[in-house]
């Protein structure tokens, strides 16, 4: 069964930093696209970040500069270290794999002083 497990969330302070991980299992990781998405109040989700398996990254334009996905394939977890947080980057994150599985609970995350 395809499963992800968020953790890392909470509340920061504008300017401040987070790092989000994410478990997975149930597919070969090593192989996986994987994303982190986030969803916040009366809004669609949206793609943040992706990370290939080859290690390649790409990141929507409101996080570029700040956030930084990454993988550990021998553990299955993928990363997303946040920093110089703004309150509009308050939301629910969710990781997944970009063509498997169905959503986890996500993680809260809220930027707010």
């Known amino acids: 069964q395809v499963q992800f497990e968020e953790s890392g969330g909470g509340l920061v302070q504008p300017g401040g930093s987070l790092r989000l991980s994410c478990t997975a299992s149930?597919?070969?990781?090593?192989?996986?696209?994987m994303g982190w998405y986030r969803q916040a109040p009366g809004k669609q989700r949206e793609l943040v970040a992706h990370?290939?398996?080859?290690?390649?990254?790409n990141y929507h334009d409101f996080v570029k500069g700040r956030f930084t996905i990454s993988r550990d394939n021998a553990k299955n977890t993928v990363y997303l270290q946040m920093n110089s947080m703004k309150p509009e980057d308050t939301a629910i994150y969710y990781c997944?794999?970009?063509?498997?599985?169905?959503w986890g609970r996500g993680t809260q995350v809220t930027v707010s002083s």
């Open positions: 997944k794999h970009l063509f498997l599985g169905n």
């Open positions: 149930g597919f070969d990781f090593r192989l996986a696209v």
């Open positions: 990370i290939l398996r080859d290690g390649d990254t």
